[in-house]
């Protein structure tokens, strides 16, 4: 499955510039990268010009065709993917902390969560020289003022959607909300003060007396699960997923003691 995802074109908005803390980060190094002050403000203002068509963002690569007097050029902008290790230790860290994917469901990108990625050494935003740009217009600036005004365009799209980001990292949302909402593997039990793993013979294992068959436990009481509207942007079973993730952690964390 092809995990691409398009997006419109912006009409022109000029003098916009990213919200969010994590739309900053990512302009920031695109713009610390550049060697021309000059084309990052021609960027910006192209941003907002309209002249940039729709954009379709995939594992490690943003594109868009642009228009400008000199003629119309195609425009892709790279950024590494995360490797499968980088991603287990991401999603490790997501798991840790159930706030987090709820923050992300709700369009926003705790802090928390980039430090622990870091911690885990996983670069979930990107920094200077990470943003690798090409463009078949004839400027020599890296970026050139095509390949910043996408970028600026970008940031704009992570404004709205966090996940246009670990698309860009290499996963897109349905995946990463499948793998979240399995249950992780328990780790075997330990008990302080005994000897869970203790062996046992087995002659002397069936010379025993069997041991008593515990009662059977009551069934659980059961509710009927309440049923939400769809929440508009997301996939439609997104809060399910979140509800298995909570449900899994809390079976996970019950089964250490």
Excluded: K
């Excluded at 911690?119 to 935003?125: H, S």
């Excluded at 069934?219 to 049923?227: D, K, Y």
Aim: charged fraction near 25%.
């Amino acid at each position: 499955m092809n995990p691409a995802r398009g997006f419109p074109a912006f009409p022109p908005r000029p003098g916009r510039r990213g919200r969010s803390w994590w739309a900053r980060a990512f302009t920031a190094a695109m713009e610390d990268a550049a060697l021309n002050a000059t084309l990052l403000r021609a960027g910006r203002r192209f941003a907002g010009s309209g002249r940039i068509g729709p954009i379709t963002v995939a594992p490690g690569r943003i594109a868009a065709t642009v228009e400008d007097p000199d003629g119309i050029f195609d425009v892709v902008v790279h950024l590494a993917e995360l490797t499968d290790a980088e991603w287990d230790r991401f999603l490790d860290q997501v798991r840790a902390e159930a706030g987090h994917l709820a923050a992300l469901l709700d369009r926003e990108v705790p802090r928390s969560l980039v430090r622990s990625a870091d911690a885990a050494d996983v670069a979930l935003l990107p920094t200077i020289g990470d943003l690798e740009s090409e463009c078949d217009c004839p400027d020599i600036g890296d970026p050139c003022l095509h390949a910043a005004g996408l970028c600026y365009q970008v940031a704009w799209l992570l404004d709205d959607d966090p996940f246009v980001l670990l698309l860009l990292r290499g996963r897109g949302a349905d995946e990463l909300l499948d793998v979240l909402g399995r249950e992780p593997v328990a780790a075997p039990a330990r008990a302080a003060g005994r000897d869970v793993d203790r062996a046992v013979a087995a002659a002397a294992a069936y010379e025993s007396e069997p041991a008593a068959v515990p009662a059977p436990l009551p069934a659980p009481a059961r509710s009927e699960l309440p049923v939400f509207p769809p929440a508009p942007g997301l996939p439609p079973d997104a809060l399910a997923h979140l509800v298995a993730a909570a449900a899994a952690r809390a079976r996970a964390l019950l089964t250490e003691f």
